[in-house]
């Protein structure tokens, strides 16, 4: 199983950027999925997740500027982030449990990160 990231770059501060990630190989069921993000310096941090049921759950950070939806068949998930701010710079990564039999268990997989910058 392979979760690839993409859709990082450079952006003015009050600008949008949409993160994609998807998840390919050998996958029976995709649980919940979530976006991640690392500062210089920083410990990893929770931006954004969202159940197989669509529900969703964001940093008070992001709240009101990030939203996280999923296509269930395709098992990608999305991050579109508006008003992004200097403090949004980070690596952003991609994160889902998965089963990949009809046996279990679901396993923690990550994507490889793509870098945010926000700056004027």
């Known amino acids: 199983v392979q979760l690839q990231a993409s859709g990082g770059g450079l952006v003015r501060p009050g600008g949008s950027l949409t993160l994609s990630c998807v998840a390919s190989?050998?996958?029976?069921?995709?649980?919940?999925m979530a976006w991640y993000r690392q500062a210089p310096g920083q410990q990893r941090e929770l931006v954004a997740s969202?159940?197989?049921?669509?529900?969703?759950k964001y940093a008070d950070s992001v709240k009101g500027r990030f939203t996280i939806s999923r296509d269930n068949a395709k098992n990608t998930v999305w991050l579109q982030m508006n008003s992004l701010k200097p403090e949004d710079t980070a690596v952003y990564y991609c994160?889902?449990?998965?089963?990949?039999?009809?046996?279990?268990?679901?396993?923690?997989?990550w994507g490889q990160g793509t870098q945010v910058t926000v700056s004027s």
């Open positions: 190989g050998s996958i029976w069921s995709t649980g919940d």
């Open positions: 969202i159940t197989a049921a669509i529900t969703t």
């Open positions: 994160a889902a449990k998965i089963e990949t039999s009809s046996t279990g268990p679901m396993r923690d997989y």
